[in-house]
């Protein structure tokens, strides 16, 4: 089997986009974000929206796909954290 | 100004990288990582990993550096994570 650069690549991006997976069922099955960072979450989840914008201005189905997934799962990570900040449920 | 599709990839990869700044100050300050997913930071972490392992192969700068970055801040985060697991301290 020959590893190139590219197949890296594509595995990495497969394991960075799918590991917040994980992390949204954990969230949402417990509803608790005591440990998770307000401005982590804020922060990241607008950076993947702007890695969508830049996806599609380049018209590339891999970064659009990737970063659609990978914002839905961080905004809805974002939106317990939120909830639970302002209820003062933490 | 002049906003190109370069400038908004450029953005977005700061705002991805910095994110997990104030993650990895708030579990270093807090030790707490209760709601944290171990899985999620397994994984991101090896696929951080492996964005640095591609981005060596390129001799990337870009890619190196915000990387590496995160694969310091990510790995303090996890090996909080895996200390709690492992001493059962949640």
């Not at 590893?3 to 949402?28: D, H, M, R, W």
């Not at 998770?36 to 969508?52: A, R």
């Not at 970063?67 to 933490?90: D, H, M, P």
Request: glycine share 6%; aromatic share 12%.
């Amino acid at each position: 089997m020959n590893i190139t650069p590219e197949t890296i690549g594509y595995i990495a991006a497969l394991l960075t986009t799918s590991s917040f997976l994980p992390q949204a069922v954990k969230t949402i099955r417990t509803r608790d974000t005591h440990s998770l960072s307000l401005g982590m979450y804020g922060i990241f989840t607008l950076g993947v929206f702007l890695w969508l914008v830049y996806g599609i201005c380049l018209a590339d189905k891999a970064i659009i796909f990737a970063n659609a997934v990978t914002f839905v799962l961080a905004g809805a990570i974002l939106s317990y954290k939120i909830y639970n900040t302002l209820c003062s449920k933490e």
